[in-house]
């Protein structure tokens, strides 16, 4: 079935530094999404990007966080500076449209460890 | 805000044994209730999903209705297999938000 891929899987950074998470949606799809998972909670949304623009964003999507996807290439989480609270598994989704049924593919995730 | 509760962390059964994993919810609006399965260093992948009153989907032997009255969204199967050890999430989307609210998640382990 349709994949989504996340590069890397671990990631393990001092506090403060800079990080980018990558995503490789499923080919045709065009709305992405980004989750975060702490160890031992439930994933929770971060926000929904489609057309180059952030559509929806939670109240954990900090200004510390961006997202974009150039030229269609990775989607990217991007965190600076980071926080030792950011640590958690960072789940990427990907759907073919909008509307509640509308199905979303999750990648295996990626562990970051903020040290 | 939306919620969806799972009651059993870990649910540990004989191969052969039924299981009944439990999911409730609130919801301001009239949700889409889905079963997400994550298997060991895997992705989620979506299981079943419903959007109709007293439905009730199945795939892989799984099996789930969607009961407005009670808020409800249980996953059965009749018969376990050693297979069917995973992270099992039931979640919920409405039309309002882009994004799933998940539950805690129940790790199911079936044994020989």
């Known amino acids: 079935g349709p994949k989504v891929l996340q590069i890397p899987s671990h990631q393990i950074i001092d506090m403060g530094q800079m990080v980018t998470l990558n995503c490789d949606p499923v080919s045709n799809h065009l709305y992405f999404y980004w989750y975060k998972q702490i160890l031992g909670q439930q994933m929770e949304f971060l926000v929904n990007f489609y057309n180059g623009k952030v559509m929806e964003k939670s109240k954990l999507f900090k200004d510390q966080f961006s997202v974009e996807r150039p030229d269609g290439s990775y989607f990217t989480l991007k965190i600076q500076p980071t926080a030792l609270e950011d640590s958690a598994v960072y789940f990427c989704a990907s759907s073919s449209g909008l509307g509640g049924r509308r199905e979303q593919y999750f990648g295996p995730g990626t562990r970051l460890t903020v040290l | ?112």
């Open chain 2, 1 to 112: 805000g939306d919620s969806v509760t799972q009651t059993e962390g870990l649910v540990t059964l004989t191969e052969g044994l039924p299981v009944m994993l439990n999911c409730t919810y609130q919801s301001t609006y009239s949700p889409f209730l889905f079963w997400y399965v994550q298997h060991l260093n895997e992705a989620p992948k979506l299981l079943l999903k419903s959007f109709t009153d007293n439905k009730r989907p199945e795939h892989q032997g799984f099996h789930a209705t969607l009961h407005k009255s009670s808020s409800s969204f249980h996953l059965q199967k009749s018969s376990a297999q050693l297979s069917d050890s995973a992270l099992y999430y039931c979640a919920l989307r409405n039309n309002y938000a882009q994004g799933l609210t998940f539950g805690l998640g129940t790790r199911v382990s079936v044994f020989p």
